[in-house]
């Protein structure tokens, strides 16, 4: 599983990750999902849509690059 935003609440996802025991199968990420591109092609791609459905703050646009990049 890999988590990815670009705000900081990403480390207190990671924190919650390690302190879990997940560190061997999640991986929190800060940055753009646009600029994500996995090492092996992902099976699914889920995103919290927000305002206008993904159409607000370019969302939609980096959904897709990252679908493209990374979808196998």
């Known amino acids: 599983v890999v988590g990815i935003d670009q705000a900081e ?10 302190h879990n ?5 999640v991986q929190i990420l ?3 999902a646009s600029a994500l591109v996995l090492d092996e092609p992902a099976d699914l791609l889920i995103s919290e ?5 993904a159409l607000v ?14 979808l196998g």
Do not use: H, Y
């Open 49 to 53: 849509w927000l305002g206008s459905f």
């Open 30 to 32: 800060r940055g753009e």
């Open 57 to 70: 703050e370019g969302m939609m646009d980096d959904l897709v690059v990252c679908r493209d990049l990374n």
């Open 9 to 18: 609440i990403t480390q207190v996802a990671a924190d919650l990750v390690d």
């Open 21 to 25: 025991g997940l560190g061997d199968r």
